[in-house]
């Protein structure tokens, strides 16, 4: 399978900034998504991310609040926008390319 | 509306015995399901999986059985191994709406004990 690398691990950030998380896989995967959990609760899909064109975004989600890269088959990144203390969550890429899905070790971001 | 179910938010086990994990759905477009493994402070590692075209899939210690009729899986672990001691969250895929969607379950925390 492959291997991603996401980082920042963790962040503490102000209300009104953004964060922009990054993942990087070791070899070409077919599909990447961006996934949220908050605390207590399964991992939500927020979008497909597509490469080369818009990201595909689930219920609840927008663009504007979650802004998503992918440039290439091995690179993305979900942007935070305009944080809020409700977006305090884990943030997790994943991808899928051959067997299986790989996911990146995730984010933790709290929001204050 | 919960279309991935797993009712049982933990699980205890005796070392060398048997886990069974279930999972059920709703949807019956799902064409293909997963396992994960989860420990604290990691993301999800897959673990198995299984076509909607099959009924078992077994891989070492892990076997999962898909039951279409009733729309549930489960997943074994035997013998169970103080390692195996983490959250198991069952996924289901489909393409729906032309977009892929992968709906997860809350998970179960499995503990192990020696």
């Known amino acids: 399978s492959a291997v991603i690398s996401q980082k920042p691990s963790r962040d503490i950030c102000q209300r009104g900034t953004s964060l922009t998380i990054q993942c990087q896989v070791d070899?070409?995967?077919?599909?990447m998504f961006w996934y949220r959990q908050q605390p207590g609760q399964s991992l939500t899909l927020i979008a497909t991310?597509?490469?080369?064109?818009?990201?595909?975004?689930e219920s609840g989600f927008v663009i504007d609040k979650f802004p998503i890269s992918r440039p290439n088959l091995t690179f993305s990144t979900l942007t935070v926008s305009n944080m809020s203390p409700e977006d305090s969550s884990i943030y997790l890429c994943?991808?899928?390319?051959?067997?299986?899905?790989?996911f990146g070790s995730g984010t933790r971001l709290t929001v204050v | 509306d919960q279309q991935v179910k797993q009712n049982s938010p933990s699980l205890s086990v005796q070392e060398g015995r048997i886990s069974i994990l279930n999972c059920d759905y709703t949807?019956?477009?799902?064409?293909?399901f997963l396992w994960y493994k989860k420990y604290p402070a990691e993301g999800p590692t897959f673990l198995i999986s299984?076509?909607?075209i099959k009924d078992k899939n077994e891989d070492g210690r892990f076997t999962v059985f898909l039951n279409k009729s009733a729309k549930h899986l489960s997943l074994h672990i035997v013998p169970s191994q103080p390692g195996d001691s983490a959250v198991y969250f069952c996924?289901?895929?489909?393409?729906?709406?032309?977009?892929?969607?992968?709906?997860w379950g809350a998970g179960t925390k499995l503990i192990i004990k020696p």
């Open positions: 949807n019956s477009m799902f064409d293909y």
């Open positions: 070899s070409q995967v077919t599909m």
């Open positions: 991310a597509n490469q080369g064109s818009e990201a595909t975004y």
């Open positions: 994943g991808g899928t390319g051959g067997s299986g899905y790989t």
């Open positions: 996924a289901a895929s489909a393409f729906m709406d032309s977009n892929y969607q992968l709906i």
């Open positions: 299984i076509s909607s």
